[in-house]
């Protein structure tokens, strides 16, 4: 009974630790203020202490792991402290960077829009399906992150009925493997492409000579290749007489349209505010997102009064322990990640980071395509990929030679990233696709989308030896 009320007060409190730790950070980002570097490093050791109980088994075993590598720290380091307190900013930026995103869930789930652009997703004729499917999930992908998966896979389910079609087994589930590896191969596009993902955040913030402009036309050609690759094996994989779609008549695009242009608009007032404030990109993520988010929700509440301010004010404290309350253990994993990679790196001593400075210039155009590699086998093993991308990106940082292409290198780290979340059975978006499928996340990976990967790998290889 005591442990019911507790509970909802831990969850409260979190959340507000959460957001007061975002404003934190970006109050050190703007101003450089290591007072609030050090409170916001508090606050997450307070925010981790209220949410343990809620935290899956994985993400305590990260927080575990971390506890044992600052203690490593502590013990083989002279000067820790240092260290350590970059390694915290590190996993405070994210956990802030995840809030941010998390805050534009509120608008979207409650936005007719993105109700009306699902349902018009889903009814497309089947030659459309995959394209519209797959474009559809990247740009949902933007706002909802994972919850983009949760409910287009509902949205799946309740159109894909026997009845439509014509009481054909076999056909309703060739469909809905068809329209979930859509779904799955479109959201895994969206921390490739879309300058608000973590994988851009982690890259760039860790290579701080790269830019998103010289970033992008590499992501972009690659993103490009994937989609045409995915829509390939998917027209190879049209069963017989599976030719008539859930829907004779093709509805509107319109709906899409209009979410895109909403999009574009966000993008571009995080341009709009990296340049006003001459932030690097995932600071400006920061500021922009949450402001976006709340001009959304006041829109939204516009016919309530006072031009949606004070309704949507108060949605926004009503629901922020409901919107915070499901990202802890994302935070966890991503945050953990860039915390464990940066102490990799900072154990290491000069003598160790020479030699892997003469390894990169000996593996020389090579680098790229190894770390693709390397990102996607460690991934099987259980390795978040913003671990392993943590250290890479931190290891070129310190011991990289000049003439290394950073942007090559950083795309193909990302496309790395990319085929982990659809290859490895340990990402949140497997879970995510064996808890609906009933499959276990290995066969989803080997027998749904085996060779749809091992061909992406060999085309990933090809194109980045051809640039390399």
């Known amino acids: 009974m005591i442990f019911t009320k507790v509970l909802p007060a831990m969850n409260m409190w979190s959340s507000w630790l959460l957001a007061a730790l975002s404003v934190l950070v970006v109050w050190r980002e703007l101003a450089g203020s290591d007072v609030a570097g050090y409170i916001s490093n508090l606050l997450l050791v307070g925010f981790l202490i209220l949410g343990?109980?809620?935290?899956?088994?994985?993400?305590r075993l990260?927080?575990?792991?971390?506890?044992?590598?600052?203690?490593?720290?502590?013990?083989?380091?002279?000067?820790?402290?240092?260290?350590?307190?970059?390694?915290?900013?590190?996993?405070?930026?994210?956990?802030?960077?995840?809030?941010?995103?998390?805050l534009l869930r509120l608008p979207a789930y409650r936005s007719r829009l993105i109700r009306r652009c699902g349902q018009s997703l889903l009814k497309q004729p089947p030659a459309w399906r995959y394209p519209l499917l797959s474009l559809g999930s990247t740009l949902f992908g933007i706002v909802l992150n994972f919850g983009v998966l949760t409910l287009f896979i509902t949205m799946i389910d309740k159109a894909n009925t026997l009845a439509s079609a014509q009481g054909r087994t076999w056909l309703q589930e060739a469909r809905r493997r068809r329209m979930l590896l859509a779904t799955l191969r479109g959201f895994t596009l969206a921390p490739l492409v879309s300058p608000l993902g973590i994988g851009v955040a982690v890259v760039l913030g860790n290579l701080h000579p790269l830019t998103w402009a010289e970033l992008f036309p590499y992501v972009l050609v690659t993103a490009i290749g994937l989609f045409l690759l995915g829509w390939a094996c998917d027209q190879l994989s049209v069963p017989q007489s599976a030719s008539h779609g859930l829907s004779t008549?093709?509805?509107?695009?319109?709906?899409?349209?209009?979410?895109?242009?909403?999009?574009?608009?966000?993008?571009?007032?995080?341009?709009?505010?990296?340049?006003?404030?001459?932030l690097r990109l995932p600071q400006a993520v920061l500021i922009a997102v949450p402001m976006g988010a709340w001009l959304w929700l006041m829109w939204q509440c516009r016919a309530l009064g006072w031009v949606g301010v004070i309704p949507a004010s108060i949605i926004l404290g009503r629901r922020l322990p409901d919107v915070f309350e499901g990202i802890g253990n994302e935070i966890v994993a991503l945050g953990s990640g860039a915390y464990l990679g940066y102490l990799s790196v900072a154990l290491l001593?000069?003598?160790?980071?020479?030699?892997?400075?003469?390894?990169?210039?000996?593996?020389?155009?090579?680098?790229p395509v190894l770390a693709m590699m390397l990102i996607v086998l460690l991934a099987q093993l259980g390795v978040n990929p913003i671990i392993s991308v943590t250290f890479l990106t931190s290891m070129v940082a310190q011991a990289g030679p000049a003439e290394l292409s950073l942007p090559l290198l950083a795309a193909a780290m990302l496309a790395g990233w990319s085929l982990t979340m659809m290859?490895?059975?340990?990402?949140?978006?497997?879970?995510?696709?064996?808890?609906?499928?009933?499959?276990?996340?290995?066969?989803?990976?080997?027998?749904?989308?085996?060779?749809?990967?091992?061909?992406?790998?060999?085309?990933?290889?090809?194109?980045?030896?051809?640039?390399?």
Do not use: H
């Not at 242009?261 to 341009?271: D, E, G, M, N």
């Not at 000069?350 to 020389?364: K, N």
């Not at 290995?442 to 030896?465: D, E, K, P």
């Open 249 to 278: 008549a093709q509805p509107s695009l319109m709906p899409l349209v209009i979410l895109s242009l909403l999009l574009l608009a966000l993008i571009s007032l995080v341009f709009a505010i990296s340049v006003w404030l001459s």
């Open 62 to 102: 990260l927080a575990l792991v971390c506890v044992g590598a600052t203690l490593l720290t502590l013990m083989q380091l002279a000067s820790p402290w240092a260290k350590l307190y970059e390694a915290t900013n590190s996993f405070t930026f994210l956990a802030a960077f995840m809030t941010a995103l998390a």
């Open 52 to 59: 343990w109980p809620r935290f899956s088994p994985m993400a």
């Open 349 to 367: 001593n000069p003598a160790q980071l020479r030699d892997i400075a003469e390894i990169l210039v000996y593996i020389g155009n090579w680098l």
């Open 423 to 468: 290859s490895s059975p340990f990402t949140a978006a497997m879970m995510i696709m064996s808890r609906f499928t009933g499959m276990t996340a290995r066969q989803i990976c080997l027998s749904w989308n085996g060779a749809f990967l091992t061909i992406s790998l060999a085309m990933a290889v090809l194109l980045l030896r051809l640039v390399g």
